[in-house]
């Protein structure tokens, strides 16, 4: 099976613009969530979809949004960029359970 | 929220011997703990994980332990080999939804 791929792979962006980052999870995988990993903070839960409905939120701010479309690929969104959103965005896929969450390569935000 | 807390930050080895990690967690309704290791510029990668109903699994030279009491899981690796060099994230969840991480071991092992 094809692992979880993300698109694009690195991204610049200016203070203030907004960027769309995807996901394509493992085939028959439902779960799709989304991670922050910065050396500061380490790796922060975003929010998790399954069956393209968000399930759980993790604590940022209203910029961070996402969707799930039917073949379970999932986008994120990052409105009005700051330079504190300049991380490595990871999404993972799971079966319905969650149990064994398979990380894809991530998306380098660089914002500047 | 769920609050993990992993020990140590680093941890440098001998080649041939084990290596434990430790973490602990907050929530008592946290009934699935994985173990990833990142290695630099990659993904993380599931090596492990326990349920709750489970004490101990194995697997080759990888072993993770449960004590839901104390509410603490730690990951063993034993014959350590340079290519184990990593950082190791435990994680934690009572939903399956959201994993909460640890801020990670660097594991050095030399030659």
């Known amino acids: 099976k094809a692992g979880v791929t993300q698109t694009p792979r690195y991204l610049i962006k200016t203070r203030g613009q907004q960027v769309t980052l995807s996901c394509s999870p493992i085939?028959?995988?439902?779960?799709v969530s989304w991670y922050q990993q910065t050396p500061g903070q380490g790796l922060q839960f975003l929010f998790e979809y399954f069956s393209e409905t968000q399930r759980n939120k993790g604590n940022f701010p209203g910029r961070f949004s996402g969707r799930q479309f039917s073949n379970s690929r999932s986008e994120m969104n990052v409105s009005t960029l700051e330079l504190g959103d300049s991380a490595l965005y990871l999404c993972a896929s799971s079966s319905s359970t969650g149990d064994g969450k398979y990380f894809g390569p991530g998306t380098r935000l660089t914002v500047t | 929220g769920e609050n993990v807390e992993q020990h140590p930050s680093t941890l440098s080895v001998q080649e041939g011997d084990s290596a434990v990690i430790k973490c602990t967690y907050s929530d008592s309704a946290s009934n699935y703990f994985p173990w990833y290791k990142q290695e630099l510029g990659k993904r993380p990668q599931l090596i492990i994980d326990?349920?709750?109903?489970?004490g101990e699994k194995k697997d080759q030279r990888i072993a993770v332990t449960l004590n839901k009491t104390a509410k603490h899981f730690s990951l063993h690796i034993t014959e350590t080999q340079p290519e184990d060099s990593a950082v190791y994230f435990c994680a934690a969840s009572n939903s399956g939804y959201a994993l909460n991480f640890g801020k990670g071991t660097s594991l050095l092992v030399t030659p």
């Open positions: 085939s028959g995988h439902r779960s």
């Open positions: 326990i349920r709750s109903n489970v």
